[in-house]
Protein backbone atom coordinates (compact mmCIF):
# COMPACT_ATOMS: atom_id res chain seq x y z
CA UNK A 1 0.00 0.00 0.00
CA UNK A 2 0.90 3.54 -0.74
CA UNK A 3 -0.54 6.43 0.71
CA UNK A 4 -0.17 10.04 -1.25
CA UNK A 5 -0.39 13.67 0.54
CA UNK A 6 -0.18 16.70 -1.69
CA UNK A 7 0.67 20.65 -0.45
CA UNK A 8 1.84 23.30 -1.84
CA UNK A 9 -1.44 24.67 -4.45
CA UNK A 10 -2.08 28.50 -4.12
CA UNK A 11 -2.77 31.41 -6.31
CA UNK A 12 0.20 33.24 -8.31
CA UNK A 13 0.44 35.69 -10.60
CA UNK A 14 1.81 34.41 -14.74
CA UNK A 15 5.24 34.29 -14.45
CA UNK A 16 5.34 33.14 -11.47
CA UNK A 17 6.88 29.82 -9.86
CA UNK A 18 5.35 26.83 -7.13
CA UNK A 19 6.55 24.16 -5.89
CA UNK A 20 4.38 21.35 -5.25
CA UNK A 21 4.90 18.41 -2.74
CA UNK A 22 3.67 15.17 -2.29
CA UNK A 23 4.41 13.10 0.87
CA UNK A 24 5.01 9.23 0.26
CA UNK A 25 4.11 6.70 2.74
CA UNK A 26 4.02 2.83 2.60
CA UNK A 27 6.10 0.67 -0.13
CA UNK A 28 7.74 3.92 -1.88
CA UNK A 29 11.45 2.44 -2.74
CA UNK A 30 10.71 -0.34 -4.61
CA UNK A 31 13.12 0.28 -8.10
CA UNK A 32 9.92 -0.29 -10.29
CA UNK A 33 8.13 2.46 -8.76
CA UNK A 34 6.50 4.94 -10.87
CA UNK A 35 5.89 8.26 -9.25
CA UNK A 36 3.64 11.06 -11.53
CA UNK A 37 2.00 14.62 -11.36
CA UNK A 38 -1.51 14.49 -13.46
CA UNK A 39 -3.54 17.71 -13.22
CA UNK A 40 -7.18 18.08 -14.22
CA UNK A 41 -8.84 21.70 -14.72
CA UNK A 42 -12.87 22.17 -14.97
CA UNK A 43 -14.59 20.20 -17.63
CA UNK A 44 -11.41 18.98 -18.65
CA UNK A 45 -9.83 15.10 -19.08
CA UNK A 46 -7.54 14.46 -16.04
CA UNK A 47 -3.64 14.55 -18.22
CA UNK A 48 -0.04 13.92 -16.91
CA UNK A 49 2.35 16.25 -16.22
CA UNK A 50 5.65 14.80 -15.39
CA UNK A 51 6.60 11.28 -14.50
CA UNK A 52 10.41 9.88 -12.38
CA UNK A 53 10.86 6.06 -12.63
CA UNK A 54 12.80 5.34 -9.65
CA UNK A 55 14.63 2.46 -10.95
CA UNK A 56 16.54 4.51 -13.54
CA UNK A 57 15.34 7.74 -11.89
CA UNK A 58 14.73 8.64 -15.21
CA UNK A 59 11.83 11.56 -15.68
CA UNK A 60 9.80 12.72 -18.68
CA UNK A 61 7.02 15.48 -19.18
CA UNK A 62 4.32 16.70 -21.22
CA UNK A 63 5.18 18.96 -24.01
CA UNK A 64 2.78 21.19 -22.33
CA UNK A 65 5.39 22.04 -19.59
CA UNK A 66 8.86 20.46 -20.70
CA UNK A 67 11.32 23.04 -19.86
CA UNK A 68 8.99 25.10 -17.04
CA UNK A 69 8.56 22.00 -14.94
CA UNK A 70 10.99 19.15 -12.31
CA UNK A 71 10.21 16.64 -11.00
CA UNK A 72 12.39 15.18 -8.71
CA UNK A 73 12.14 12.75 -5.74
CA UNK A 74 14.12 12.65 -2.43
CA UNK A 75 13.27 10.30 0.26
CA UNK A 76 9.72 9.45 0.48
CA UNK A 77 8.96 13.27 -0.89
CA UNK A 78 7.84 14.10 -4.94
CA UNK A 79 8.03 17.72 -5.57
CA UNK A 80 6.79 18.81 -8.46
CA UNK A 81 8.61 22.63 -9.49
CA UNK A 82 6.80 25.02 -11.49
CA UNK A 83 8.67 27.66 -13.12
CA UNK A 84 6.94 30.83 -15.89
CA UNK A 85 3.49 29.48 -14.81
CA UNK A 86 0.51 30.17 -17.29
CA UNK A 87 -2.89 30.61 -16.72
CA UNK A 88 -3.57 27.53 -18.64
CA UNK A 89 -1.72 25.88 -16.17
CA UNK A 90 -4.37 26.30 -13.78
CA UNK A 91 -5.97 22.79 -12.71
CA UNK A 92 -6.28 20.91 -9.74
CA UNK A 93 -2.94 18.72 -9.28
CA UNK A 94 -2.36 15.25 -8.22
CA UNK A 95 0.42 12.83 -7.22
CA UNK A 96 0.09 9.31 -8.47
CA UNK A 97 2.04 5.86 -8.24
CA UNK A 98 1.88 3.17 -9.48
CA UNK A 99 4.25 0.06 -8.68
CA UNK A 100 5.37 -1.94 -11.91
CA UNK A 101 5.63 -1.92 -15.93
CA UNK A 102 8.97 -1.06 -16.49
CA UNK A 103 10.39 2.29 -17.28
CA UNK A 104 9.02 2.32 -20.69
CA UNK A 105 5.30 2.88 -18.74
CA UNK A 106 6.73 5.42 -16.66
CA UNK A 107 5.41 8.38 -19.29
CA UNK A 108 3.10 11.55 -18.45
CA UNK A 109 0.81 10.13 -21.82
CA UNK A 110 -0.26 7.68 -19.76
CA UNK A 111 -4.16 7.07 -18.42
CA UNK A 112 -4.68 7.83 -15.73
CA UNK A 113 -6.26 4.64 -14.83
CA UNK A 114 -2.84 2.85 -15.32
CA UNK A 115 -2.01 4.39 -12.00
CA UNK A 116 -3.14 2.96 -8.58
CA UNK A 117 -2.34 5.25 -5.81
CA UNK A 118 -3.41 9.11 -5.68
CA UNK A 119 -3.57 11.56 -3.57
CA UNK A 120 -6.47 14.31 -2.67
CA UNK A 121 -4.96 17.00 -4.87
CA UNK A 122 -4.00 20.72 -4.35
CA UNK A 123 -5.00 23.29 -6.34
CA UNK A 124 -3.13 25.82 -8.33
CA UNK A 125 -4.54 29.22 -9.62
CA UNK A 126 -2.01 31.33 -12.30
CA UNK A 127 -3.42 34.36 -12.93
CA UNK A 128 -2.78 36.51 -16.02
Known amino acids: QVQLVESGGSSVQAGGSLRLVCAAS?????????MAWFRQAPGKEREGVAT??????DTAYADSVEGRFTISQVQNMVYLQMDNLRPEDTAMYYC??????????????????????WGQGTQVTVSS
Open 52 to 57: FYRGTE
Open 26 to 34: GDIYSSSMC
Open 96 to 117: AARLGGGGSFCRPGRSHSDFIY
